[in-house]
């Protein structure tokens, strides 16, 4: 990979399973060459042996677009004015992005890049999804979802011949998956995880990065919610589903992999919030995190299989 950050990372803070890089917040609205209102999350992608970032960035007139992050030969990312993936004035995307594009999770699977994402529109929130082959263009599949769904993360395998997504409809609380032979009609959806009483993830969860295959299953990055008197807090999590079932939950961390702590973590748009849509494990099994912090930052934090492993329940 073209960013190396060995050695900059802080120690284990209480509970956390991840630790943070001692440079965060790693992008802000200040490392930027062009003027914005905000910075929200940021997916990872490995393309021809370079990682790339596919950064969510709300417009001076408050649209939210894709942005390309390249790296750069001293190991930070430059991201690109113009947007790669933005709202498309044309039918039948039209309507349904009119207020933006955002927190898309790419997926390469049989040597084709998909970008799922979520629309914003008059009628609520849908999952789109859009290819590229390059990351100079990219072209618009479809809308794949009913209204009111988000967090949507392509599968980088086929199940029993299917394409297969993990998903959360705005108006329930939990993870369910749903399946296609054609990327633009699914169905079959079934309940894969819910929220948990008591547990910090007690009021709802959702889909964080593309699941990840390891020799336990797939590993499912995700965040949980918990109301409070002072609002909510917003922590990240991590399961293990079956590798052939995903609706099969073989692990699940009995405590967040990461909580808000730090002040660029709780002071922000939207206070408490770490919310990771980007990972990536490299070749010595470090698991790299790139996540959102209070709607206004982009940070990085970095863990391992094993650490998480011996917390599932």
């Given at each position: 990979?073209?960013?190396?950050?060995s050695?900059?990372?802080q120690?284990?803070?209480?509970?956390?399973?991840?630790h943070?890089?001692e440079g965060?917040p790693?992008?802000?609205?200040?490392?930027?060459?062009?003027?914005?209102?905000?910075?929200h999350?940021a997916?990872a992608i490995e393309?021809?042996?370079?990682?790339?970032?596919?950064?969510?960035i709300e417009?001076?007139?408050?649209v939210?677009?894709?942005h390309l992050?390249?790296?750069?030969?001293?190991?930070?990312?430059?991201v690109?004015?113009?947007?790669f993936?933005?709202?498309?004035?044309?039918p039948?995307?039209?309507e349904h992005?009119?207020?933006g594009?955002?927190?898309?999770?790419?997926?390469?699977?049989d040597?084709?890049y998909?970008?799922?994402?979520?629309a914003l529109?008059r009628h609520?929130?849908?999952?789109?999804?859009a290819?590229?082959?390059s990351?100079e263009s990219?072209t618009?599949?479809g809308?794949?979802?009913?209204?009111?769904t988000k967090?949507g993360?392509l599968f980088?395998k086929?199940?029993?011949?299917r394409?297969?997504?993990l998903?959360?409809?705005?108006?329930?609380?939990?993870?369910?998956?749903s399946?296609?032979?054609?990327?633009i009609?699914?169905?079959?959806?079934?309940?894969?995880?819910?929220?948990?009483?008591?547990f910090?993830?007690?009021?709802?969860i959702?889909?964080g990065?593309?699941p990840m295959?390891?020799e336990?299953g797939?590993?499912?990055?995700?965040y949980?919610?918990?109301?409070?008197s002072a609002g909510?807090?917003?922590?990240i999590g991590a399961a293990?589903?079956?590798?052939?079932?995903?609706?099969k939950?073989?692990?699940?961390?009995?405590v967040p992999?990461?909580s808000p702590?730090e002040?660029?973590?709780?002071l922000?748009d939207?206070q408490?919030?770490v919310f990771?849509?980007g990972?990536?494990l490299?070749?010595?099994?470090k698991l790299?995190?790139f996540?959102?912090?209070?709607d206004?930052c982009i940070?990085?934090?970095r863990?391992t299989?094993?650490?998480?492993?011996?917390?599932?329940i």
């Open positions: 990979m073209s960013v190396d950050l050695g900059m990372f120690r284990r803070q209480g509970r956390d399973i991840v943070r890089w965060n790693y992008i802000t609205i200040h490392d930027l060459d062009f003027q914005v209102s905000d910075i999350n997916n393309f021809q042996g370079q990682l790339f970032l596919l950064v969510t417009s001076l007139s408050g939210r677009c894709i992050a390249r790296p750069q030969h001293d190991g930070v990312f430059r690109d004015t113009q947007p993936l933005q709202p498309s004035t044309d039948p995307f039209a992005e009119s207020r594009v955002m927190d898309v999770r790419a997926t390469c699977l040597g084709v998909y970008l799922m994402y979520v529109g609520g929130y849908r999952l789109g999804i290819q590229t082959a990351f990219v618009k599949i809308m794949v979802s009913e209204p009111d967090a993360a980088p086929k199940i029993g011949d394409f297969v997504r998903e959360r409809p705005s108006s329930g609380s939990s993870i369910w998956v399946y296609s032979r054609d990327l009609h699914w169905g079959d959806t079934e309940l894969v995880m819910m929220p948990r009483g008591g910090w993830d007690s009021n709802r959702g889909v990065p593309v295959e390891t336990r797939w590993l499912l990055i995700y949980g919610v918990k109301d409070t909510s807090i917003y922590r293990v589903l079956d590798r052939d079932d995903p609706t939950v073989v692990g699940r961390t009995g992999i990461l702590r002040t660029y973590e709780r922000g939207l408490n919030v990771c849509t990972a990536y490299d070749d010595r099994d790299h995190l996540y959102g912090a209070s206004s940070c990085i934090g863990t299989l094993d650490e998480i492993f011996d917390e599932l």
